[in-house]
């Protein structure tokens, strides 16, 4: 067997893999800047949608890292690496993480469509998930909520999107619902204008709609007044604890009882002879 020259190495081995090698590292180089061009158009056509800052973020990096795929598959393939198999083999990586990370994803795709449809924003009272709170951060996996005794509680996004998401400072007012019972013996048409007078002389509460009380049932033991004012969104709690000291304090000082459930109990004597 003849020796090898080192012209023939040099043509047939060493030139070749040069070049692939230099064709692979140019393929690498100039797609990757691509992939930062492409990405970065994108990032400024969704921002311009006025798309969530977060969601572009993410969606961003999202592309990016499937186009660097894309570009290191391109630059193997050039190697003569059989990119066929490593395909397969990424293929099959992906989805065995993806059925691990099942529960992982499903908090994922909930969060991007939170952030998509926006059901409730930072700032808003909801009620979701079991809990309630101020949203203090909306992530990509978990929602974080502030109750309103000071806790912080983190809900993964695929528990709150499905459920029933009540967005309570949503509108910009809101209807606060009290029923107050008075006995039957009392006067029904001047507990009314008290509670009118209570209503009116407070400045928060809305004049349209204007607020109505008025007789919502005759129970067993009372009858039951409804009052219903609107308020702004914000001055909803303080408007009602208002009412209720309000009211009760004019009713007690106009003599009108309100009922609360007895109990009679009769004793009788049996004589044993």
Not at 250 to 270: E, S
């Amino acid at each position: 067997m003849e020796p090898v020259s080192s012209a023939v190495i040099l043509n047939d081995y060493l030139i070749p893999w040069a070049i692939n090698i230099g064709l692979a590292i140019g393929i690498l180089l100039i797609g990757l800047w691509v992939v930062k061009l492409v990405v970065r158009i994108s990032d400024r056509l969704m921002q311009r949608t006025g798309m969530d800052p977060m969601l572009t973020r993410f969606l961003a990096s999202i592309l990016r890292a499937l186009l660097s795929l894309v570009v290191v598959i391109a630059a193997l393939d050039q190697l003569g690496v059989h990119t066929t198999s490593l395909i397969a083999v990424l293929g099959a990586a992906g989805l065995a993480i993806g059925l691990a990370l099942q529960g992982s994803l499903g908090n994922l795709a909930s969060g991007v469509m939170i952030i998509l449809f926006k059901p409730f924003k930072v700032g808003d009272f909801i009620e979701a998930a079991g809990t309630a709170g101020v949203v203090e951060q909306i992530r990509i996996f978990q929602t974080v909520l502030r109750t309103p005794d000071n806790r912080e509680i983190t809900v993964p996004n695929g528990k709150i999107s499905d459920g029933i998401i009540v967005n309570v400072t949503a509108r910009d007012t809101r209807r606060v619902d009290l029923v107050f019972g008075i006995g039957y013996g009392d006067d029904l048409a001047r507990a009314r204008d008290l509670i009118l007078e209570i209503v009116e002389a407070d400045e928060r509460i809305l004049k349209d709609p204007a607020p109505a009380v008025v007789l919502a049932d005759l129970a067993d033991s009372s009858v039951n007044i409804a009052v219903r004012p609107w308020v702004s969104s914000g001055d909803f709690w303080a408007v009602r604890a208002d009412l209720l000291e309000g009211i009760k304090a004019a009713f007690d000082r106009n003599g009108i009882n309100i009922p609360y459930p007895q109990r009679d109990v009769h004793l009788y004597q049996v004589n044993s002879g």
